[in-house]
């Protein structure tokens, strides 16, 4: 036998105690681990490098007013900017109108677009085809393998903000360093069907020189159109995805608060059960100090039985949170950044040991330091 | 010369717990000495002080005053962390209620203590099988307390008090839990050990039977030490 044996078989000493605790530990963590890697995805993550170089420029007032097209050209005059292309949210929905069946739709610029988005590697074949036909469309690596979609094959999507169902033949597929699950058309298309549509964008995305420059450019881009009818807004591609997640609400302070009562309610049910199954021992930890264990040993015991439980509970909680990440995070979108990685891991694992550690430091030291008198009397 | 034939010297020993205004006198002026090699038989009424007098001899409580020497080391100047160290060398302490632990099996509680020596996982087996042969149960290594008889429990922690070696055999009423025929196994186990291996045994007891296997009883009342 070796002492970490001996703290095992002292932990499964009462195993219906010792699971439920497991249990609830499990439960915690892996709602932490979920809300860790939101956390993660929505606020700590930068994006690639050309992500931090891309701007959004949109109405002040709201996503659902438009910008004038002219637009364009005058933000193209301003230095620092590399290339700016219209991008349109269609908003239509594929076969039906389940969630699983949304994926985001934009129309813009085919020629211009690469310039904006040089991150999204894509064939040169596939790239000029879609430039070549206005029915065309691309769509990143994910979608396509949701659907199984080839280049080549003709998809329909339906109306929902303009009138027109666009009939599109996906002329490539592209790859993005997250999956996007995104389709791309031509303005034109929509144009020619819709009248109102015409010179009427959602928003410009815009690819500044450098990171340095972004903070510039989108201040010249605001202040250029300070006292036109259409006031505008520029922000990151950062910034402007979180504020769609913010429409959902205040997620900071939410994610912050499941997270931290999460983590406080597992520390004082498991603060409890130690608390418990230590005073049910005292007897035993006189005994022990009779036999030669001395203080710190004893202390370590006890704490190693609580963080041990703990993190098993723990990684209960953290493997299955860690694959249901995988899965949101294949959704795409707003949701590709939701993902587990080797830090949240261990962060969340030393959330468990933590909480192991806190609950059972207390009694621990107490019984440690407990007379060896008043523990051969301890009746229990 | 004759002092180091002492193993146990008890000087003087008072011990007095004051709870707010009263005072209970539990030992009382105690000289003792007890020979290396010797079985000593504790009696007394309950109350008498005899637990606290052994307990004083490993190293576990603190008289109010006086001093006392154990297998030749001042006990009472030894702290928390020596105090741990000196009883696993040289003390076996025995129950009356056993103090096994029920999630460890007979063997497991046996090596316990030798967890805390620098001794390898085979040289503690050899200990261990060892000392449970010589109580007799060579053959319920694998069993839990709880899966023992109240004497085979008693003959475990007899095993495990003196797996490490140690020179003296403290039991606190050792045979208050058991059967005319377990105490009896129990008895000739420490006599045997007390004959054989040279362990000087000191037993607290009620039972003037057990009594009978010591060479020595002295008797305890009211905290003073009655004269031979
Ligand atoms: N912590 C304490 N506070 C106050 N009194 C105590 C304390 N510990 C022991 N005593 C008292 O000391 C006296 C002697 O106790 P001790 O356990 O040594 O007696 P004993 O001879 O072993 O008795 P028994 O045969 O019942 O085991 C008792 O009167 C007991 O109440
Ligand atoms: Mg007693």
Redesign the pocket.
């Known amino acids: 036998m070796t002492l970490s044996l001996f703290i095992t078989k002292s932990a499964l000493r009462n195993k219906r105690r010792t699971l439920l605790t497991m249990l609830g530990v499990a439960v915690s963590l892996g709602l932490l681990t979920l809300m860790m890697s939101v956390w993660k995805g929505f606020y700590l993550d930068t994006g690639s490098a050309e992500s931090a170089q891309r701007v959004i420029t949109r109405h002040k007032v709201s996503l659902t007013n438009f910008l004038p097209s002219y637009y364009r050209e005058r933000i193209r005059t301003i230095t620092g900017v590399v290339a700016v292309v219209p991008n349109s949210w269609f908003g239509g929905t594929y076969k039906d109108d389940k969630s699983g069946n949304f994926f985001a739709q934009f129309f813009t610029d085919a020629v211009e677009w690469p310039k904006v988005y040089p991150e999204y590697r894509i064939d040169p074949d596939e790239l000029r085809a879609w430039q070549r036909d206005r029915a065309g469309a691309i769509v990143d690596d994910a979608l396509a393998t949701q659907y199984g979609w080839k280049v080549g094959q003709k998809i329909i999507l339906k109306r929902n903000i303009y009138p027109v169902d666009p009939e599109l033949t996906i002329r490539g597929i592209y790859h993005p360093p997250e999956a996007s699950k995104t389709m791309y058309f031509h303005t034109e298309y929509v144009e020619e069907a819709v009248s109102w549509a015409k010179g009427q964008p959602g928003t410009f995305s815009i690819m500044c020189a450098s990171p340095e420059a972004v903070t510039q450019v989108s201040q010249a881009v605001d202040d250029m159109f300070k006292n036109a009818p259409a006031p505008t807004k520029t922000e990151s591609e950062k910034a402007f995805t979180l504020g769609f997640i913010n429409m959902l609400g205040n997620v900071k302070v939410f994610i912050l608060g499941i997270g931290g009562a999460v983590v406080f309610a597992t520390l004082l049910v498991s603060a409890n059960t130690m608390a418990m199954a230590i005073r049910e021992r005292t007897r035993e930890v006189a005994v022990l100090k009779i036999l030669g264990f001395q203080r710190f040993t004893i202390l370590a015991l006890f704490v190693g039985e609580a963080m041990l439980q703990c993190i098993i509970g723990g990684l209960f909680g953290i493997l299955p949170a860690t694959l249901m990440t995988a899965i949101v995070s294949s959704m795409g979108g707003f949701f590709a950044g939701i993902k587990m990685t080797p830090g949240l891991f261990a962060v969340a694992v030393g959330v468990a040991a933590f909480i192991g550690f806190i609950s059972a430091i207390v009694p621990s030291y107490n019984a440690s330091k407990l007379a060896i008198?008043?523990g051969l009397?301890h009746i229990g | 010369m004759s002092e180091t034939r002492n193993i146990v010297e008890v000087r003087d020993v008072s011990k007095v717990?004051k709870?707010d205004a009263f005072e209970?006198t539990?030992l009382e002026h105690v000289t003792l000495d007890i020979l290396s090699g010797e079985f000593v038989a504790l009696m007394?009424?309950?109350?008498?002080?005899?637990?606290?007098?052994l307990n004083m001899i490993a190293a576990i409580d603190h008289p109010t005053s006086g001093e006392m020497r154990v297998n030749g080391s001042n006990v009472f100047a030894l702290d928390d962390a020596e105090a741990a160290r000196w009883r696993n060398e040289n003390i076996g302490y025995i129950f009356q209620t056993f103090n096994l632990i029920p999630v460890l099996t007979a063997f497991e509680n046996v090596e316990l203590p030798l967890l805390l020596t620098r001794l390898s996982a085979s040289e503690r087996k050899e200990h261990v099988m060892t000392a449970l042969s010589m109580v007799g149960l060579g053959d319920r290594v694998h069993h839990l307390p709880k899966q023992l008889s109240g004497g085979q429990e008693q003959r475990v922690a007899i095993a495990r008090a003196l797996v490490t070696d140690p020179n003296l055999l403290l039991a606190d009423?050792p045979t208050g839990d058991l059967d005319t025929k377990s105490a009896t196994d129990v008895l000739e186990i420490l006599k045997r050990l007390n004959e054989e291996s040279g362990k000087t045994v000191i037993m607290?007891t009620?039972d003037p039977h057990a009594a009978s296997y010591a060479h020595v009883t002295r008797h305890?009342e009211k905290g003073e030490l009655l004269p031979l």
């Open positions: 008198v008043d009397r | 717990y709870r209970v539990v007394g009424p309950s109350g008498s002080g005899k637990t606290t007098l009423e607290v009620h305890l």
